[in-house]
C-alpha cells in the first residue's frame, strides 16, 4: 500500500484537488486557480503559458472529472490543442508548499455551460473577448483600445459569448499530487488510468465514482 494520509487521503482524485485548491484560495494572494498550460506545435517545439482554472468537474452519474479553462479558439494554444487532442498543466501553491501536474486529453465546452461562465465575467472582459484577436501581431495598444470602444458600441450591455471563444475539458490520464518535504524529501502520489492487464506497475488501485485509478507514491 501506498501508505497515503492527511493532505493525499482519499478515493477520489478530483476531491483532493478541489480541497487543495479550497486552501488555496484562502492561503494565496493573487489567482489561487492560475494554471502553467502546456501544449506542443505541429513541430514539437513545446509552449507553456498561464491562464486560469474555472472549474474542477466532480465525476458523478457516469460523468468523468475533469479540468474546465476558457480562451479564445482562435489562440496558439487552441491551434496545438486541436492538433493533437492533449495538454498538460501544473498548479503551483507557494504559500502552501504544493503542487498538482495533470496530463490529459482535450475536449471543446461550447454550450450552456460555457454560455453561463462568459454572462458571469465583468461586462469589460466580455467586450474583451469581442475586440482581441489573441496571439496574432498587434500594431499598438491604441488600436486595441479603439477595437475595443467599436465592439463595445456595436454589442451593448449584454453581448453573446463570441463563437471564437469557449472553454476547454482536460479529462485526465494522470495526475500527480506533491507536497514539499523537508531536506528536499517531498512528498509525491502519481494516479494514473489503472491498466488492464497482470503486467501493469505495481500500486494501490481504488475504483470509486472517479473512476479506476492507480496510485504510485513516487520518489522525490
Known sequence: MSERSGIFAGDDPFAIAQAWLTEAEIAEVNDPSAMAL?????????????VLLKEIEQPRGGREGGFVFYTNYESAKTIEITATGKAAFVLHWKSLRRQVRVRGTVTREEGPQADAYYASRALESRIGAWASD????????????????????????????????????????????????AFRLHDRFRWSRAAGDASAEAGERVDSGAGAWRIQRLNP
Open 38 to 50: 502546456a501544449t506542443v506545435d505541429a513541430d514539437g517545439m513545446p509552449n507553456v503559458r498561464m
Open 134 to 181: 489573441q496571439s496574432r501581431p498587434l500594431e499598438s495598444r491604441t488600436a486595441l483600445m479603439a477595437r475595443v470602444a467599436r465592439e463595445g458600441l456595436r454589442h451593448g450591455l449584454a453581448p453573446s459569448r463570441p463563437p471564437h471563444w469557449g472553454g476547454f475539458r482536460i479529462r485526465p490520464v494522470e495526475i500527480e499530487f506533491w507536497a514539499d518535504g
